[in-house]
């Protein structure tokens, strides 16, 4: 299996852990030092996690909706992708279309996203 198959079933597999909202599950595809970055600034792995754990964020639906690019170089890997997303936060349910750049490491055999960020796709 090529590098790029292996980010995209890492991808897929964590999408299918997001709409299945167990933190844990989520957590494990995480780094320790895992961050969000969107237009509101960073978020930490922790506060997602316990949004998650707490039933603050909901996901229902995470889906690439183009292609996904990947650029490998050594050991990390970036994934762009567009994506929809739908689920609910603080209550208020939500569908959007985002662009996501995800960048993962290999750690101990295993590619762990160390960082994700989203942009409003046009």
């Given at each position: 299996?090529?590098v790029?198959?292996?980010?995209?079933?890492?991808?897929?597999?964590?999408?299918?852990?997001?709409?299945?909202?167990?933190?844990?599950?989520?957590?494990g595809?995480?780094?320790?030092?895992?961050?969000?970055?969107?237009?509101?600034?960073?978020?930490?792995?922790?506060?997602?996690?316990?949004?998650?754990?707490s039933?603050?964020?909901?996901?229902?639906?995470?889906?690439?909706?183009?292609?996904?690019?990947?650029?490998?170089?050594g050991?990390?890997?970036?994934?762009?992708?567009?994506?929809?997303?739908?689920?609910?936060?603080?209550?208020?349910?939500?569908?959007?279309?985002?662009?996501?750049?995800?960048?993962?490491?290999r750690?101990?055999?295993?590619w762990?996203?160390?960082?994700?960020?989203?942009?409003?796709?046009?």
């Open positions: 299996m090529s790029e198959d292996e980010v995209l079933a890492v991808s897929a597999a964590w999408d299918v852990a997001l709409i299945g909202n167990d933190a844990d599950e989520v957590a595809f995480m780094a320790d030092g895992w961050v969000y970055v969107d237009a509101d600034g960073i978020t930490s792995k922790a506060d997602v996690v316990g949004w998650i754990r039933g603050r964020l909901r996901h229902d639906l995470m889906e690439a909706t183009s292609a996904p690019r990947i650029a490998v170089h050991s990390t890997a970036v994934l762009t992708a567009r994506k929809a997303s739908a689920g609910a936060w603080d209550g208020q349910t939500y569908t959007v279309v985002e662009w996501i750049s995800e960048v993962y490491a750690e101990d055999g295993k762990l996203c160390i960082l994700s960020q989203k942009s409003p796709a046009g």
